[in-house]
């Protein structure tokens, strides 16, 4: 059975950074792509993020060049590095599958920002 585990979340300003982290287990992660998603309150859960298996990655225009997704093979575990937060940003962060999202979501990480 698929877990998807995440974490590093937080409170933080306008313009602060954050790493989140999600470790994924019952799976051969090395060959998947995973992706990064959120859904802010009051809103469908939406894409933000790819990494291929190979470690290209590809971004909704909303985060290019203030996220950085990357992955580690020997650590089943995908990262997602946000700089340059905006309140905009504000949501529960999860990972999984991309396109194909599993049907057995983490509990996300909650992220704020705030002033």
């Known amino acids: 059975q698929v877990q998807l585990v995440e974490s590093g979340g937080g409170l933080v300003h306008p313009g602060g950074s954050l790493r989140l982290s999600c470790v994924v287990s019952g799976t051969i992660f090395g060959s998947k792509r995973m992706g990064w998603y959120r859904q802010a309150p009051g809103k469908e859960r939406e894409w933000v993020a790819t990494v291929f298996s190979v470690g290209s990655t590809t971004y909704r225009e909303f985060v290019k060049g203030r996220f950085t997704m990357s992955r580690d093979n020997t650590k089943n575990t995908v990262y997602l590095q946000m700089n340059n937060l905006k309140p905009e940003d504000t949501a529960v962060y999860y990972c999984?599958?991309?396109?194909?999202?599993?049907?057995?979501w983490g509990q996300g990480t909650q992220v704020i920002v705030s002033s």
């Open positions: 999984n599958f991309y396109p194909s999202p599993s049907g057995s």
